[in-house]
């Protein structure tokens, strides 16, 4: 496999045609033999992710696909949220429909041949046109029911090769032709339709089965692809009359700066600024937290959110691609496509494995045929190895667990950037917390008031609000926050003078009011120095040079965070605290939420965050890193496991493995613990297939397993490995 250039490009290949992973397999190694190419591609999503170098084009790429015998067709980047209506998989139903009605008519036909064939007062009522029956019967269900095993078989041998469907053709032909030859010839003792009929019903039962199963594993990426609005009502400017006219228009139509209405009820269009009107939104669907977010003027809000109760008008920010809607599409369409290393080694497996398993089921007829056993005798252990040898379940193993994992994730408002990550999450002992944002709410509130004399704590925080008012500083914006949560009115203050780094002062009345630091006070009682040194940022509040009140302001630790540090215990792994805080404030918020003394780190500047991951990996430690702004960039990439708040910044989400839509500890929790809950079901489905055709093949080959049961193993192996996968749907947070 050669390695792209820096002028690679990046393109999906829909893929038509795979039905088990040899073919993936074959297209994949066929894929990488091109220069400048790497490839790789999932059987259950039937995509190809391809990066490609110059001169190479798209037209060369799908050329090569469909000289390997399969159909391929690019896949747009991001398909406008018009053409995302319910007609999408149109295409996979009517695939999965006609899959059925070959099932059905194989299952009915040969339930009928099986009578005439195995029941004795059937087949003695049958008599001699008992044979002519079975064959009757048997002919539309190898003809038709079984077409697509031979046609697949057939386009795969133009190409000189095999697989799944090439052992399932060359047994249920096997078993017919030999049966058809006995009929026309009179030598009706052994025929063996009851096996290619029965063999073709349980097969398709379980094709059938299995593609409903692994639609059900993307319906999460389809309900995410559904959820955007199709229409909007854009605002119009009459500049003749200066009026505002409403347009209703396809949501893949705005544009950026264009206002758009969301009455209550409606899903917010695009990602966009509130710049008119006031409201609640159920965000659930983007971040998996079911309170609603309250929004008003000024306030950003996210396409696909849907509005409460009151009237909105927005102005559009991003559109298309560039929406937080989009992105994460992208993000769980590439984790979906990708393959994690473990799966590497089924992949090698399966590139051999058919042409292996035709040798053995060579080597099964001969050996049995110089054991002096009739080649009717021979025949019957010999399909059995060619039916029970599929490789579908191996195949499977590892895409259906990316699928729902990855699936369930975005639900939980976790998205996995790629199947790589999920290894990463195995070994990972260590998370490093960023305080601020993550394990506290990220905004400053008023936490206590202390009152010298007899000053109440209302009129004091009222005396407060009234200067700090004219402020935008974030301790100023909490005390009046506080005040006006508290019911408290809020008198006008005349005069007011800002004190850069210090405070501010205005009149309320007669009575010149200051707030700010001890420095501007010539009198400090005592009972108020105590709650200078208290938790969080301290202002004092008098007049007269005296300080009558203290107010402290702090970032509290979310109520989520205390159980959700334990949850990182319980994973395992070890939680440390960073922040550029003092260490007094460091250190009692890692108390609330119960990380060790020992493992807080304060006073860490922007550049130092970096080095400390570093620090930590060369104690031999392996390190998530969750962060949400620019300067925890650097810290995400160094890390062995980049953790991104989603509310965060564009560049600390590109650095990151995983970005967490919530921003809470309780997310990186799911996010590790269903990661690794991923991998286990990988593990196990990889397991259950390798044993299960190590097991299978040798019992059929000495003839302990008839061809029937074979079929019906092999169909039921598949289904077992997408139900297990499917379980990951229940995981909870």
């Known amino acids: 496999m050669s390695t792209p250039t820096q002028q690679s490009q990046h393109v999906d290949l829909a893929i038509t045609g795979m039905t088990c992973a040899s073919c993936s397999s074959r297209v994949e190694r066929k894929l990488n033999k091109l220069d400048g190419v790497e490839a790789s591609v999932n059987l259950a999503t039937e995509k190809a992710s391809v990066t490609y170098a110059a001169p190479l084009t798209v037209e060369d790429l799908l050329a090569t696909v469909q000289a390997t015998g399969y159909g391929a067709e690019p896949v747009s980047d991001q398909p406008s949220q018009s053409e995302q209506g319910p007609d999408e998989h149109v295409g996979d139903v009517i695939g999965d429909r006609a899959l059925l009605h070959r099932a059905v008519l194989a299952t009915v036909l040969g339930a009928v041949v099986f009578l005439l064939a195995m029941v004795p007062p059937v087949r003695d009522a049958a008599g001699s046109a008992g044979p002519w029956l079975q064959w009757a019967l048997t002919t539309p269900i190898y003809l038709w029911a079984a077409w697509p095993f031979h046609r697949a078989a057939a386009v795969n041998a ?51 089965i299995e593609a409903r199963a692994k639609a059900s594993g993307k319906s999460a990426l389809t309900a995410l692809l559904h959820l955007g609005a199709k ?43 509130v710049v008119d009107g006031q409201s609640t939104l159920d965000t659930s669907m983007i971040t998996g937290e079911s309170m609603p977010v309250e929004v008003a003027t000024g306030d950003e809000v996210t396409g696909a959110t849907v509005n409460g109760h009151g009237r909105l008008v927005v102005e559009a920010t991003r559109v298309g691609s560039e929406t937080t809607l989009a992105r994460i599409t992208a993000l769980v369409e590439q984790a979906q496509t990708g393959k994690a290393p473990v799966q590497r080694l089924a992949d090698r497996v399966s590139s051999v494995f058919v042409p292996v398993v035709l040798l053995i089921a060579l080597t099964t007829l001969v050996v049995w045929l110089l054991l002096g056993a009739s080649f009717a005798e021979a025949l019957v252990p010999t399909v059995s190895v060619l039916i029970i040898a599929c490789p579908c379940a191996l195949g499977l193993a590892t895409p259906t667990a990316l699928l729902t994992g990855t699936g369930r994730g975005a639900e939980l408002g976790v998205l996995i950037k790629g199947p790589r990550i999920l290894e990463s999450t195995r070994r990972v002992d260590t998370v490093v917390l960023d305080k601020t944002g993550t394990v506290t709410v990220g905004q400053p509130v008023l936490t206590s008031v202390t009152v010298a004399g007899r000053l109440s704590r209302e009129a004091a925080l009222t005396a407060a609000a009234a200067v700090e008012a004219g402020s935008e500083h974030p301790i100023a914006q909490a005390v009046v926050t506080a005040a006006t949560e508290q019911g408290l009115t809020v008198p006008e203050v005349r005069d007011f003078t800002n004190l850069p780094g210090q405070g501010a002062r205005g009149s309320i009345k007669d009575t010149v009011v200051t707030v700010g630091r001890p420095e501007l006070f010539d009198s400090v009682p005592e009972e108020l120095t105590a709650a200078l040194r208290s938790e969080g940022s301290t202002v004092l509040v008098g007049w007269d040079g005296v300080a009558q009140a203290a107010l402290t302001v702090a970032d509290e630790a979310r109520p989520s965070s205390a159980a959700a540090v334990q949850r990182l215990r319980d994973l395992g792994l070890t939680p440390y605290l960073l922040t550029g805080d003092n260490e007094h404030t460091a250190r009692a918020v890692a108390a609330q939420v119960g990380i060790d003394a020992d493992k807080v780190r304060a006073g860490v500047l922007p550049q130092d965050k970096h080095a400390e991951v570093e620090r930590l990996q060369g104690e031999g430690r ?31 989400m590109e650095s990151a493995d995983i970005v967490l839509m919530r921003p809470d500890v309780d997310t990186v929790a799911s996010a590790i613990g269903l990661s690794r809950r991923t991998l286990r079901i990988i593990k196990q489905n990889l397991l259950w297939a390798f044993s299960y055709n190590t097991a299978a093949i040798p019992l059929a080959a000495l003839g302990l397993l008839n061809p029937m049961i074979a079929g019906g193993a092999m169909a039921a192996s598949s289904i077992i490995v997408v139900l297990n996968s499917l379980r990951l749907r229940g995981y909870e947070r």
Do not use: C
């Open 231 to 273: 229409d909007v009502g854009v605002l119009r400017h009459d500049p003749t009359s200066g009026a505002w006219t409403e347009q209703r228009i396809p949501t893949d139509q705005l544009r950026h700066g264009m206002r758009f209405v969301v009455r209550p009820g409606e899903k917010v269009a695009t990602d966009g600024v």
């Open 158 to 208: 133009r190409h000189l090769a095999s697989t799944m469907d090439t052992l399932v053709s060359i047994g249920v032909s096997a078993a017919y032709w030999y049966s058809v030859v006995a009929v026309f010839t009179g030598f009706t003792h052994h025929l063996y339709f009851e096996v290619a009929a029965i063999v073709t019903s349980f097969l398709l039962i379980g094709r059938y």
């Open 622 to 652: 392996v390190v998530a890193m969750v962060g949400d702004g620019v300067n925890d960039a650097a810290a995400l990439a160094q890390a062995d496991l980049g953790m991104a708040m989603g509310s965060g910044t564009d560049v600390a």
